[in-house]
């Protein structure tokens, strides 16, 4: 009789906890919206062994058993709970495939081991960092405590970017009506400081102070032909990027305020701060937050990248319909699981009121030179406003330019990006229309600095 009563005492306490789980993971999907320490704990930490076999599919009706693998934006889509979901039916799903090595520039490696321990971090009152000593390579190389989060921030700004990078790219922008404005238009990277390409100065002669520009313009439709947007990077980190824009209807460029980076990018739910893969803004604006390393899921080997063309656009089947528009087909990429730094970009005290987000979390692939294959972002309300994902893909380049290297994962530049803003119920992705080009691939036209680096080449675009 005792031992009876102590089985169906020990089923119901069995019972209880399988209810108490089922009701926490239901809490936990209401809660996906509201940014919490909760949803970054259960996120899969990088020394588990628990994994997910390839050929696994994800849907929406398995998602939670795989939630932990999923990076927070991720499972937001997936659960079906917002306006951009992975809607259901046979073709609708996440396919997990086996995670694939990743190589970096030979002449970036180098410079890190020739530079290491030079680059020296320094912490400034408002709890942001700033860096001195940095020549090239990847600053901090083997990133640990103290001040975690700064070192990370760093590596990641300071990610491998070629000497000059162009893509041709066309750029759907939908609404919550799947209205669809299809533009097209070209960028153009150039990085004069901080140079770790073969045969290239590490600081060019003609930099002038610069470390990096961002040129972005406007080709299709006819009303945005020659909008151009140009974004400055003075090679001091405190310093704050300018910011101009050449307007064809009055023939001539504005230099933006500082506020403008919370501003749209050529007409997108992109803003200025969130180029360069998630984030593309001032490090001394924010506290970096180290929140761990995991293992999660992301795209970064996708094979359809390398083919796309002009003429296949979306007709190739690149894309879902619906309110799956901008997803990736699983049947032509594989998602897996990546070694991630989380790292919670917080802006100072001063910075918090004008800037637009609470919280950007990085997710920082330890392979791919710390740069972000997805950034989250929640409002001043700490509620999930954009989910931007990153599609990589490989980018072809001239075997001298690296080494020997014919193809390599592109840390900066060249990716699919998708942005879903899910409070505005706005979509927007980009992708290039050929395989990107880098250094001496680029045509030469691209390569005059004075014309696509510099504020005074805006006064020459419509000429």
């Given at each position: 009789?005792?031992?009876?009563?102590?089985?169906?005492?020990?089923?119901?306490?069995l019972?209880?906890?399988?209810?108490?789980?089922?009701?926490?993971?239901?809490?936990?999907?209401?809660?996906?919206?509201?940014?919490?320490?909760?949803l970054?704990?259960a996120?899969?930490?990088?020394?588990?062994?628990d994994?997910?076999?390839?050929?696994?599919?994800?849907?929406?009706?398995?998602?939670?058993?795989?939630?932990?693998?999923?990076?927070?934006?991720?499972?937001?889509?997936v659960?079906?709970?917002?306006?951009?979901?992975l809607?259901?039916g046979?073709?609708?799903?996440?396919?997990?495939?086996?995670?694939?090595?990743?190589l970096?520039?030979?002449?970036y490696?180098?410079?890190?081991?020739?530079?290491?321990?030079?680059?020296k971090?320094?912490?400034?009152?408002?709890?942001?960092y700033?860096?001195?000593?940095?020549?090239?390579?990847?600053?901090?190389?083997?990133?640990?405590?103290?001040d975690?989060?700064?070192?990370?921030?760093?590596?990641?700004?300071?990610?491998?970017?070629?000497?000059?990078?162009?893509?041709?790219?066309?750029?759907?922008?939908?609404?919550?009506?799947?209205?669809t404005?299809?533009?097209?238009?070209?960028?153009?990277?150039?990085?004069?400081?901080?140079?770790?390409?073969?045969?290239?100065p590490?600081?060019?002669?003609?930099?002038?102070?610069?470390?990096?520009?961002?040129?972005?313009?406007?080709?299709?439709?006819?009303?945005?032909?020659?909008?151009?947007?140009?974004?400055?990077?003075?090679?001091?980190p405190?310093?704050v990027?300018?910011?101009?824009?050449?307007?064809?209807?009055?023939?001539r460029s504005?230099?933006?305020?500082?506020?403008?980076?919370?501003?749209?990018?050529?007409?997108?739910?992109?803003?200025?701060?969130?180029?360069?893969?998630?984030?593309?803004?001032i490090?001394?604006?924010?506290?970096?937050?180290?929140?761990?390393?995991?293992?999660?899921?992301?795209?970064?080997?996708?094979?359809?990248?390398?083919?796309?063309?002009?003429?296949?656009?979306?007709?190739?089947?690149?894309?879902?319909?619906?309110?799956?528009?901008?997803?990736?087909?699983?049947?032509?990429?594989?998602?897996?699981?990546?070694?991630?730094?989380?790292?919670?970009?917080?802006?100072?005290?001063?910075?918090?009121?004008?800037?637009?987000?609470?919280?950007?979390?990085?997710?920082m692939?330890?392979?791919?030179?710390?740069?972000?294959?997805?950034?989250?972002?929640?409002?001043n309300?700490?509620?999930?406003?954009?989910?931007?994902?990153?599609?990589?893909?490989?980018?072809?380049?001239?075997?001298?330019?690296?080494?020997?290297?014919?193809?390599?994962?592109?840390?900066?530049?060249?990716?699919?990006?998708?942005i879903?803003?899910?409070?505005?119920?706005?979509?927007?992705?980009?992708?290039?229309?050929?395989?990107?080009?880098?250094?001496?691939?680029?045509?030469?036209?691209f390569?005059?600095l004075?014309?696509?680096?510099?504020?005074?080449?805006?006064?020459?675009?419509?000429?």
């Amino acid at each position: 009789m005792i031992n009876l009563r102590r089985l169906a005492i020990g089923a119901a306490v069995l019972a209880i906890a399988a209810m108490l789980e089922l009701t926490a993971g239901s809490a936990a999907a209401q809660n996906l919206g509201t940014f919490s320490q909760a949803l970054i704990d259960a996120l899969n930490p990088a020394s588990s062994t628990d994994t997910i076999p390839p050929g696994t599919r994800i849907t929406q009706a398995n998602w939670q058993k795989y939630r932990k693998f999923m990076p927070i934006g991720l499972q937001a889509f997936v659960s079906g709970q917002y306006f951009w979901k992975l809607e259901g039916g046979p073709e609708y799903y996440i396919e997990v495939g086996p995670t694939i090595p990743t190589l970096l520039p030979t002449k970036y490696l180098q410079d890190t081991e020739k530079y290491i321990g030079q680059t020296k971090l320094v912490k400034l009152p408002s709890g942001a960092y700033t860096i001195s000593n940095y020549n090239a390579g990847i600053p901090f190389p083997h990133p640990a405590e103290p001040d975690m989060g700064g070192k990370l921030l760093y590596d990641y700004y300071y990610t491998y970017i070629p000497t000059i990078y162009h893509s041709w790219y066309p750029l759907e922008i939908v609404d919550r009506y799947f209205n669809t404005s299809m533009n097209e238009g070209q960028q153009l990277f150039f990085k004069l400081s901080h140079v770790s390409d073969t045969g290239e100065p590490i600081f060019n002669p003609n930099a002038n102070g610069i470390f990096l520009s961002i040129y972005d313009q406007g080709l299709l439709p006819e009303q945005n032909k020659y909008l151009t947007a140009l974004a400055v990077f003075p090679d001091d980190p405190q310093r704050v990027p300018e910011l101009y824009v050449f307007l064809p209807s009055l023939r001539r460029s504005l230099r933006l305020s500082s506020s403008a980076r919370c501003a749209p990018l050529q007409g997108t739910d992109w803003t200025n701060d969130d180029q360069r893969g998630g984030f593309s803004g001032i490090p001394k604006w924010f506290i970096p937050r180290y929140l761990g390393e995991k293992k999660l899921l992301f795209l970064v080997h996708a094979p359809w990248f390398a083919r796309a063309n002009e003429k296949e656009r979306f007709v190739g089947g690149y894309t879902f319909e619906g309110h799956s528009m901008g997803w990736a087909r699983p049947q032509e990429n594989k998602f897996e699981l990546r070694d991630v730094y989380l790292v919670d970009l917080v802006p100072t005290e001063e910075n918090k009121r004008a800037y637009c987000y609470s919280h950007r979390l990085l997710y920082m692939d330890k392979d791919l030179a710390y740069t972000a294959d997805q950034a989250d972002t929640w409002d001043n309300q700490e509620k999930l406003w954009k989910l931007q994902v990153i599609f990589r893909g490989p980018t072809t380049a001239i075997p001298s330019d690296l080494n020997g290297q014919k193809s390599f994962v592109l840390p900066s530049g060249g990716e699919i990006g998708v942005i879903y803003d899910i409070q505005n119920e706005h979509m927007n992705v980009a992708w290039p229309s050929s395989p990107s080009q880098i250094n001496s691939a680029v045509p030469r036209e691209f390569h005059n600095l004075s014309l696509y680096a510099l504020p005074s080449g805006l006064e020459q675009v419509m000429k």
